[in-house]
């Protein structure tokens, strides 16, 4: 099927790898740069987050003390370039606010996050398609009532769903605790929150590809040799139709950060969104910075990913 | 790269109503599309009362034949509350929409059209803008210029634009590479030409359902940014700001944030139905 | 007295609740499910205290210093004196004390066989090392070091005596080391770097910090050598829980629902709405601890128009609805003040007379203050300008009950032709507005043991912003004769005299419609009727669990 991919020079493999770095590299600058003069431009004296905080009631010698320790008496391109030489030597830098290093600060907080958008994206997937399935196979009503669900799924606020969730199972019922707790009970409602609403989202893009799927003709051919209903959906009409949904993975793994500040918040989990939300309410130049880029780098992880399934579920992308 | 297979789908049509006649969804959709624009136009026929008129010894009612959605912590009707502010929240979401939508059409064009260098520029710009978690990007953009209903409604297009970016370019790409604009370019037409009278025109048909979609969107989005405190000032009666405030009492007064958040819900929904429905249109057109 | 139903409790727990609800400190709740075997206090246990405040960056309230890290270190830390349900300053770590003639001197006697958790016995070196701390700029101590501000140095006179030397005499002296953030900590743990102490600090309270996980929670171990607890305790030796876990839950409605399913034994920040509801439960008990200093109001910014005209100004308090709205909003959690310091003060000084709504009276005063003509929109106009109030909002500092009740004020200010501008914004810029001096209403916490916080919020020494841009006189109050009261009841220790300067200030401040008090500084704890014997400390009102066992 694939031979073509297979015969492609290794030189050829070795340009594609390079601009990906390349791009990746410049991408990452991008975004530190980008990250730096905003939460520069914002108004507010990181000085003053350094000193415990705005409203502290801070010694003029104090604060020029610490202008001096962390350079920001210096000209502001100077320290983006000292900034950009910390980056690049690995160094994230020391937090304002927090009197700890970036870099193992974030690292810390990054399991939480990442365990949370892996479990969202994944339990997203199986909601999506459970219900394409379900919905492309029972009829004009399943199918109405299928994108209706999708339709409402999307457009629910994470902060509202999540107080919802709260209020049905662990008020209400008690089955489930609002909070994180040491054990698996305390990821349900969390996952939950981020994956119902992108749910809706993937369920509406598979929803309409499955459809030309299910009419083109290589089901059809697949019907003709006779192969099961079942099989047809599921290997055939279902890998074509999450082409388009596989693609945007990369984005909803974006998206699920986003969602991730409002869900650690409301359901107190450690992690890299409240830390990036607490930071960016005090002016910590730093964790901001490099929060902004771990996340970053976790897209473009992603987006890697995703290129490499959508090869796996298209064969006729290998080739490329 | 793939963006080109997301637009596969998005510009389908479901085969649940192949015939031209409008379904009954389509109608419910319209129906409530008329009130809203009503409520939007001329607030007043549709609900006389003040929307921010309090009443603190009829706070927390619950909907009644007097107050049909209740009324809120201040005794201020909710009602009236959502009608008066439909206008405020469609304009958020249309607004928000087109600019993102403007954007990502700018950006999609340039990366579609204009040949892989500024493709390579465009993409890994559009990159960048990805790797930056939306509402953060949101959250910035209002930290620097101030919270209020303007920044939030350019805020949440920026955060969209990239996304719309994408689709675009990818479906340029598409219609690109078709036989029609081959053969447009075979018989020496002109880029311009082409690009104006047979590229975009089929690119953009599927916009159109992707804004529909995306108003809805840009509510729900302005409304985290109402949650987290940098939306519209309170006590303005707008959908989002409302969901965030009544979010508060979901305890003991479920009411105030059920009925904005229904309507967001109820408005997406009536505008997709409706944007599928003349997108189908103008296909068979 | 709202204690509905505590008749089953047992009586040593009882002597503590009299006491607490003498200064309005009021534990209610239905307790009706205490059974009498249940009485005798039992040791073990965990309990689980959920914070809605942020979590501190630093567990010593010496560096910085706000009320976050008051309500942790209570647990870990102890103060030389302490304040008791009725105001008076007793003794804690310093047996007792004695002020010399002239009053620029203290000596306090230290308690005998006190050692911190690290081993550090407690000595007058010990309480030198502390003051020394505070006051060194490298700490960064800001409320704590103020607090001192009239302490030049200290000197040990013997092992167990210490004196502290001062530049003028003191009233605030005993209620300022009363607080938290001055807080004895262990001499040889201040030693270490900042940044251990931060992470660790060592005093001589119950409980001990074990380890901290920034973000997901503190925990406590119980102090088994513990012999300090304040005079006003219903036990000694070491206390009852075997641990504490103290959480950061930002969220109010998801703090509740983790009260309410058992994930958290006691919250803090609890919501109005909420406390009614746990009022009506049997599940949920209420300790109501409004914070001493100043009350919640809405304080004038006298320094800039319109309310440079006193008429404005009083138009303006007289034109808000404030007793509808709180009563509507906090249905019943919260009495309406008309006082400049919380009713937690003795010394507070109430005039109901002077904030009644009479929108009546709002309108003819400002006719007279020439505000005469009103535009299309309602508002009233004077030489082509609107007459505005920009009224920033910290998001951070006033919860959505108190945003409401600004919401009503505006709505009732219209009537009368007020605009209100309401800007929620995050606690940054919100202090970046005020040093800008871009308001003319403001509301912002001022917590401090003691009537002097009035020199704090009133003196003219506190418009001109500190390098930081911080300044404490939002009202911008500029008025000789109440700097001169306030300097003086800050220096005068007879009790009766001091009562006298700080009424006649107080009532000058009110008299000139330079603020609109609405309610105290809202302070609730809600607890699971299995927690038994907390309470909270008079001094700053963070809750102590050194008394509180698990049924």
């Known amino acids: 099927m694939a031979e073509v991919a297979r015969v492609a020079p290794v030189a050829r493999a070795a340009r594609v790898v390079l601009a990906r770095l390349g791009g990746a590299a410049f991408v990452l600058w991008m975004v530190a740069t980008l990250t730096f003069f905003a939460v520069r431009l914002i108004p507010g004296d990181p000085a003053e987050a350094i000193l415990g905080g705005p409203g502290s009631q801070t010694s003029p010698e104090a604060l020029a003390a610490v202008r001096a320790e962390y350079g920001l008496d210096q000209p502001v391109l100077v320290q983006y370039l000292a900034q950009l030489g910390r980056l690049i030597t690995g160094d994230l830098g020391r937090s304002y606010a927090l009197n700890q290093d970036v870099a193992p600060l974030l690292i810390g907080q990054l399991g939480g996050t990442l365990l949370l958008a892996v479990l969202a994206l994944g339990v997203a997937w199986l909601l999506a398609l459970g219900l394409a399935t379900w919905s492309s196979r029972g009829g004009r009503v399943a199918w109405t009532v299928g994108s209706g669900l999708e339709i409402v799924a999307a457009a629910l606020p994470h902060f509202w769903l999540a107080t919802a969730l709260i209020v049905l199972f662990s008020v209400w019922l008690g089955w489930l605790p609002p909070i994180s707790t040491p054990g698996a009970a305390g990821l349900v409602l969390p996952v939950l929150t981020l994956a119902v609403p992108l749910a809706g989202f993937l369920g509406q893009i598979m929803r309409e590809s499955l459809l030309t799927a299910l009419e083109s003709p290589f089901v059809l051919s697949a019907r003709a040799r006779g192969e099961s209903e079942l099989g047809v959906r599921w290997v055939h009409a279902i890998r074509h139709a999450s082409l388009p949904a596989i693609s945007l993975s990369g984005w909803a793994f974006g998206s699920l950060i986003s969602g991730a500040v409002v869900v650690e918040t409301i359901f107190a989990r450690p992690g890299l969104g409240r830390t990036l939300l607490n930071a960016v309410t005090v002016r910590d130049v730093p964790v901001v910075v490099g929060a902004v880029l771990i996340v970053a780098v976790g897209y473009i992880l992603m987006t890697l990913l995703t290129d490499l399934a959508q090869r796996i579920a298209d064969p006729r992308l290998r080739a490329r | 790269m793939s963006d080109l297979e997301i637009q596969a789908g998005l510009g389908r049509s479901p085969r649940t109503s192949p015939s031209h006649r409008f379904g009954v969804a389509e109608v419910l959709a319209g129906l409530f599309g008329l009130f809203l624009i009503t409520a939007a136009l001329f607030p007043a026929l549709v609900a006389p009362g003040d929307p921010l008129g309090i009443d603190p010894l009829s706070a927390f009612q619950t909907p009644s034949p007097a107050h049909w959605f209740g009324t809120d912590e201040s005794g201020r009707d909710i009602y009236t509350r959502v009608s008066h502010g439909t206008g405020s929240s469609l304009l958020i979401g249309t607004l928000a929409t087109m600019i993102g939508l403007g954007l990502g059409l700018v950006l999609g064009t340039l990366a579609g059209m204009l040949g892989p260098v500024v493709d390579f520029t465009v993409n890994r710009f559009l990159e960048v803008l990805f790797a930056f978690p939306g509402l953060l990007l949101a959250l910035l953009f209002i930290l620097i210029f101030g919270p209020g209903v303007a920044t939030a409604t350019v805020a949440v297009g920026l955060a969209t634009a990239p996304g719309y970016a994408r689709i675009i370019r990818g479906q340029l790409i598409l219609v690109r590479s078709s036989a029609f604009v081959e053969a447009a370019t075979v018989l020496g037409r002109s880029p311009g030409r082409i690009l104006v009278r047979h590229v975009l025109p089929n690119a953009l048909a599927p916009l159109f359902v992707l804004g529909t979609l995306g108003i809805g969107q840009a509510i729900v989005w302005a409304s985290a940014l109402s949650y987290l405190g940098l939306g519209a000032a309170p006590p303005a009666a707008e959908w989002g700001a409302m969901l965030a405030a009544g979010r508060t009492y979901i305890g003991s007064a479920w009411w105030m944030s059920f009925f904005p958040g229904l309507f967001i819900v109820l408005t997406a929904v009536s505008a997709t139905a409706l944007g599928r429905g003349i997108e189908r249109r103008m296909r068979h057109a | ?551």
């Open chain 3, 1 to 551: 007295m709202q204690t509905s139903g505590h008749t089953h409790r047992a009586s040593r727990t009882l002597t503590g609740l009299v006491g607490l609800v003498a200064t309005g400190i009021l534990l209610t709740g239905c307790a009706t499910t205490d059974s009498p075997e249940a009485t005798e206090p039992v040791s073990g246990g965990t309990l689980t205290y959920a914070s809605g405040d942020a979590e501190p960056t630093c567990l010593d309230p010496h560096v910085g210093g706000n009320y976050p890290q008051a309500l942790v270190s209570t647990q870990y830390l102890e103060s030389l004196v302490s304040r008791d349900a009725d105001g008076t300053i007793i003794p804690w770590l310093a047996d007792s004390w004695t002020e010399s003639a002239d009053g620029l001197s203290w000596d306090f006697t230290l308690a005998a066989g006190v050692t911190f958790t690290d081993g550090t016995p407690l000595d007058a070196e010990a309480v030198q090392a502390n003051v020394a701390h505070l006051q060194d700029p490298n700490t960064g101590s800001s409320t704590g070091y103020l607090a001192l501000g009239k302490v030049t140095g200290t000197e040990a006179v013997s092992g167990n005596v210490v004196r502290f030397v001062l530049s003028e005499p003191d009233s605030a002296l005993l209620e300022s080391l009363s607080q938290p953030w001055l807080a004895i900590e262990s001499p040889t743990a201040l030693a270490r770097s900042q940044d251990e102490n931060c992470a660790s600090p060592v005093g001589t309270g119950p409980f001990q910090v074990e380890k901290w996980v920034q973000q997901e929670s503190i925990t406590l171990v119980r102090n088994d050598d513990y012999s300090s607890p304040p005079e006003d305790a219903t036990h000694t030796g070491p206390a009852y829980l075997d641990s504490i876990v103290w959480r950061f839950i930002p969220d109010s409605a998801s703090r509740y629902a983790a009260l309410q399913s058992g994930d958290a034994d006691v919250i803090d920040n609890a919501q109005p709405d909420t406390i009614a509801a746990a009022e009506k439960s049997d599940a949920i008990v209420h300790l109501d601890a409004p914070r001493p200093g100043a009350s919640n109001r809405i304080e004038l910014n006298s320094g800039r128009a319109p309310f440079d005209d006193p008429l404005v100004r009083e138009a303006f308090i007289r034109s808000a609805n404030v007793d509808d709205a709180v009563s509507s909003l906090f249905q019943g959690t919260a009495k309406r003040s008309y006082s400049a310091l919380s009713s937690a003060e003795t010394l507070a000084v109430s005039r109901p007379d002077l904030f009644d709504y009479d929108p009546q009276t709002a309108a003819d005063l400002l006719d007279d203050a020439g505000w005469t003509e009103r535009d299309s929109a309602g508002y009233r106009v004077k030489d082509g300008l609107r007459l505005t109030v920009d009224f920033p909002v910290s998001t951070n500092q006033s919860i959505p009950a108190e945003q409401s009740v600004f919401e009503q004020i505006q709505a009732t200010a219209k009537e009368t032709g007020f605009e209100v501008v309401l800007s929620p914004m995050d606690l940054s810029s919100w202090y970046t507005a005020l040093g800008e001096n871009d308001y003319d209403a403001v509301s912002a916490p001022y917590t401090k043991v003691g009537p002097d916080v009035l020199r704090i919020l009133f003196h003219s020494d506190g418009i001109t912003p500190a390098p930081s841009g911080y300044f404490a006189n939002h009202a911008q109050v500029d008025d000789p004769a109440i700097d001169a009261l306030l300097t003086e009841a800050g220096q005068v220790t007879d009790v009766d005299q001091r009562a006298a300067l700080y009424t006649d200030a107080q009532n000058q401040v009110l008299e000139g419609f330079h603020i609109l008090p609405l309610f105290d500084q809202q302070n609730h704890y809600l607890l699971g009727t299995d927690v038994v014997g907390a309470r909270a400390l008079p001094t700053v009102s963070t809750p102590t669990f050194y008394d509180a066992w698990l049924k």
